[in-house]
């Protein structure tokens, strides 16, 4: 039977971590996230899980890297400040292949600026904020529902790709309450550890894909190294096609399989002639200007972008293939918006970028609209 | 129906756990939606502190209180902080104990405020013999006056939002807040 | 043939062969140690798991054939927090160097010691930074030479086993490689040891900080090694002399103060 819990965002994570089979959390302090980390230290040991509160936000980052090659599922929670932090540990993990989950409830940056106060400011250093190449896997969730559901998604993505996946939160979707509803049936992909056989290769060149991985101690003798490294793993700094072929994989494995990762929702976009497009919180006041502005019989639609990264650029063209108009709304100055202008060449691209720290407003998006039709 | 309720006080009153409350028995237990939210930070240590919840029959999208329809002020520093958002023709409930509404007369007078009196910390005090129930008290006493959320609903959050053992007293105290407002 | 091959070499990734380290290196030497200490304590070495971090001891876990994590500068002991902690049963050892443990990882260590997490920490010091050529480190001695400080360091070094001692770890001790059987007894105490266990080898980097220092040869940077090591129950005997006569003078002081 499914259970209703009226909890927050961020417990609603906690949750999904649990019921999506994580038993490591490694984290620091740092509001507006720290209930994930309080509400996992309560919970975890219950179901025989462990949390380690670690020195700070770099060290959380390589705990989770190593419990992740312990054979556990493992996930850290975070906000602006600590996402910096955690840069170097996550390209390490892109690079290693390590499946972990990245939490980021955004707040008011950069620097410390606005611990209690939403944005969407880290949009940009999940997608480039680890130095090189590499396609990351994040979701923008915009209820507390879906803080759970996403949660469990990306520890899904985590262990089909091989690779670490953001949950891109923000203080509005971490901190209200919200009714949510847990399935008796929630699918969980398991982590697929290998056959014993001699020509097992740990990163194995498979065409859009990687091999199966398996835990310290079970008898592989692998090694794991964030250097260039062959498909034995064994480390090989100086062919430029041994790097070449990493590096290629371990972006293709994500750039290739984009129709099978990316989510987006839209409503009314058939005939609209202007599309919002936005994710995470402020997709609750797009969905409420779009109602109104229909009641008024505008022509407005909403594009909900459920994984912002990889980018879901077809998906997007086709949407708004009928717009003469699309506005991105985001709580920063101008990120998605810069992706979303980049693909769309036939619609002009608008931005209402609002910082601050408060949710944009249902009027002041239909301010926005109107302000677009009347050109 | 989207109702707007923003319940205030000082930290400590248990203002945020009213609200859940609210929450809790309209979404859980009386089958509409319902979004709580509330201050964070320094405003929410000491000084005027806000809890808000959004209940409605259908979907709630924007999860923000605006305007409210229903203020409720556990202190006179609350209240004269945030009655400036209430509606025209809203609600508004105080704890006389705690607060002077000829503070605000002049934004009752304009605004045509509906004003309730609910001395939720005197009841607490007087007759369940615990302070710290005021703002269960106060939840028996918003059941009452605006309807929002059912009674039955009410006790079976109340029941599931207290800690264990304390159920028996929190009953009573909403009890003896939805006597006040007969 | 075979009689001449080193008796540790099953234990090694012979495909990995040769390897990076320099002549006169002392981590081969810690390496045999290490093997050697890891049998004289019965473990099983298919339940050893290596983490280390960046630099030229952090390469060790790549020449031997155990699951090994060669991680990010400095976040050696993070990433084996979490190991250890997600797999409990494995035998987590972390090879690291001074720059590495003592510098960028300053934090980690102080903070894995304070926890007394069950890790074995062996800790190759060679007073210098020797991956990138020859830095200054920060257990480089003050007045000492590298390209870093051109004009001798001017500030004073860690002391790192004292240091992880006072963070809480349950064994902490300092070696050299010029004391080989002590070594491989203290790293088979310390693999003995449920809690955070930190074995520092004192060791020569004749290439960077021998050519820096007027210590050319390894057997010159053993002789130095040698002559300023002093046992610590000897060092313990000598001080607490020391601070029986200082005792012994305040109280004179007093009297005269009477």
């Known amino acids: 039977m499914a259970e209703e819990f009226f909890i927050q965002g961020n417990e609603a994570c906690a949750k999904g971590a649990i019921a999506a089979g994580c038993r490591f959390f490694a984290g620091y302090p740092i509001t507006p996230s720290t209930e994930v980390a309080e509400t996992l230290a309560r919970e975890l040991p219950k179901v025989g899980g462990s949390f380690v509160q670690m020195e700070d936000e770099i060290g959380s980052a390589g705990a989770i890297i190593g419990g992740s090659w312990g054979g556990t599922k493992s996930m850290t929670a975070t906000s602006g400040p600590g996402i910096s932090l955690m840069q170097e540990n996550i390209g390490y993990a892109f690079m290693t292949e390590t499946p972990i989950v990245i939490v980021d409830v955004q707040r008011g940056s950069p620097s410390t600026a606005q611990p209690t106060m939403a944005s969407q400011s880290d949009m940009m250093q999940a997608r480039w904020g680890s130095h090189g190449d590499y396609e990351p896997i994040a979701l923008s969730p915009s209820s507390v529902q879906e803080f759970f559901d996403f949660t469990i998604k990306a520890f899904n993505l985590a262990e089909e790709y091989r690779c670490p996946v953001f949950v891109m939160a923000d203080e509005v979707i971490g901190h209200m309450r919200e009714k949510i509803v847990v399935d008796e049936d929630i699918e969980i992909v398991a982590r697929k550890r290998p056959e014993k056989s001699d020509d097992y290769l740990p990163f194995e060149n498979i065409e859009n894909g990687t091999t199966p991985m398996p835990a310290f101690g079970d008898g592989f003798d692998i090694h794991v190294t964030g250097l260039t490294h062959d498909e034995r793993g064994y480390p090989d700094t100086n062919t430029p096609e041994t790097h070449h072929n990493l590096v290629k994989r371990i972006c293709d494995k994500v750039l290739n399989n984009k129709d099978k990762i990316c989510s987006v929702k839209s409503e009314s976009c058939e005939d609209a002639d202007i599309i919002i497009v936005s994710y995470g919180a402020p997709v609750r006041s797009a969905v409420e200007a779009v109602n109104r502005a229909r009641a008024n019989n505008q022509k407005v639609g909403y594009v909900k972008l459920d994984t912002p990264w990889p980018f879901p650029d077809e998906q997007l063209k086709e949407i708004t293939k009928n717009a003469s108009d699309v506005l991105v709304v985001e709580m920063n100055l101008g990120q998605m918006y810069h992706e979303v202008d980049r693909v769309l060449k036939d619609a002009d691209v608008h931005l209402m970028g609002v910082i601050g720290g408060l949710l944009p407003t249902p009027d002041e998006i239909l301010d926005e609209i109107n302000k677009i039709g009347g050109n | 129906m989207r109702t707007e309720i923003r319940i205030c006080g000082f930290g400590g009153q248990g203002i945020i756990l009213a609200g859940i409350i609210l929450g809790k028995s309209a979404s859980l237990f009386d089958e509409k939606e319902a979004v709580q939210t509330q201050s964070y930070g320094p405003e929410a240590r000491g000084g005027a502190s806000k809890c808000e919840v959004v209940i409605s029959d259908t979907e709630v999208d924007y999860p923000k209180v605006q305007n409210p329809d229903i203020l409720v002020a556990m202190s006179n520093e609350a209240l004269i902080k945030y009655i400036v958002d209430l509606k025209d023709n809203g609600t508004l409930i105080v704890d006389p104990g705690t607060t002077d509404v000829e503070d605000v007369r002049d934004f009752i007078d304009e605004h045509n405020i509906e004003v309730y009196e609910a001395p939720a910390t005197k009841t607490a005090t007087d007759e369940i013999g615990l302070k710290i129930v005021a703002n269960i008290v106060m939840v028996g006493a918003i059941t009452k006056i605006t309807k929002v959320i059912s009674k039955e609903a009410a006790v079976k959050a109340i029941e599931a939002s207290v800690p264990k053992g304390t159920e028996e007293k929190n009953i009573a105290a909403f009890e003896a807040g939805y006597a006040l407002a007969e | ?258």
């Open chain 3, 1 to 258: 043939m075979s009689e001449n091959k080193n008796r540790f070499l099953p234990y090694l990734r012979e495909d990995r062969l040769p390897h990076i380290f320099c002549p006169g290196c002392g981590n081969g030497a810690i390496i045999n140690a290490f093997l050697a200490a890891m049998e004289k304590a019965d473990m099983d070495f298919d339940n050893i798991a290596m983490v280390s971090g960046i630099g030229c001891s952090s390469r060790i876990p790549g020449y031997i054939k155990c699951d090994s994590l060669h991680t990010t500068h400095g976040r050696a002991l993070s990433f084996a927090t979490g190991l250890k902690t997600a797999n409990k049963d494995l035998d987590v050892v972390v090879f690291t160097g001074d720059g590495d443990a003592a510098s960028i990882g300053g934090n980690h260590l102080i903070h894995a010691a304070r926890r007394n997490i069950n890790l074995t920490v062996i800790c190759i010091n060679n007073n210098i930074y020797g991956m990138t050529g020859g830095q200054i480190s920060p257990t480089s001695p003050k007045g000492s030479f590298g390209t870093t400080a051109p004009y001798g360091n001017l500030d004073a070094p860690f002391k790192l086993a004292e240091l992880v001692a006072a963070a809480g770890a349950s064994y902490s001790a300092r070696w050299t490689t010029v004391q080989m059987e002590n070594l491989v007894l203290s790293i088979k105490a310390g693999l003995k040891n449920k809690g955070f266990s930190f074995i520092e080898v004192a060791t020569q980097c004749p290439t960077y900080f021998g050519r820096k220092n007027k210590l050319k040869t390894p057997t010159a940077m053993a002789a130095v090694m040698k002559a300023n090591t002093v046992f610590k129950s000897a060092a313990d005997r000598k001080n607490l002399v020391r601070k029986l006569l200082s005792t012994l003078h305040i109280q004179q002081n007093y009297r005269w103060i009477i």
